[in-house]
Nanobody, 121 residues
């Protein structure tokens, strides 16, 4: 059973940057696709980014392309989300997910509990 724990959220001004981390325990992320989703207040959870097992391909939601970068370190059992040029509309709880595949609607098999990102204007 893989447990995922996100960290790195916080309060940042518009235009600023944050780096989210997701650490896995109880199993390895090697062989699993990793991804990030987010849920803003009053809205449904939405896909943000995903990265393949050996980081040879990454996919992004249109609204973060050019601003966010997903990366992973299989040796550290971790995945990251570098968020630049943050906007108030990026305010949300960000969730890490993992699985043998990630569906852009339902995510992966495993989920973390999320980390809150608040972007002030």
């Amino acid at each position: 059973q893989v447990q995922l724990v996100e960290s790195g959220g916080g309060l940042v001004q518009a235009g600023g940057s944050l780096r989210l981390s997701c650490a896995a325990s109880g199993g390895t992320i090697s062989g699993r696709v990793m991804g990030w989703f987010r849920q803003a207040p009053g809205k449904e959870r939405e896909f943000v980014a995903a990265i393949t097992t050996y980081a040879d391909y990454a996919d992004y939601a249109d609204f973060v392309k050019g601003r966010f970068t997903i990366s992973r370190d299989n040796a550290k059992n971790s995945v990251y989300l570098q968020m630049n040029s943050l906007k108030p509309e990026d305010t949300a709880v960000y969730y890490c997910t993992a699985g043998y595949q990630i569906n852009k609607v339902n995510g992966g098999h495993y989920w973390g509990k999320g980390t809150l990102v608040t972007v002030s204007s």
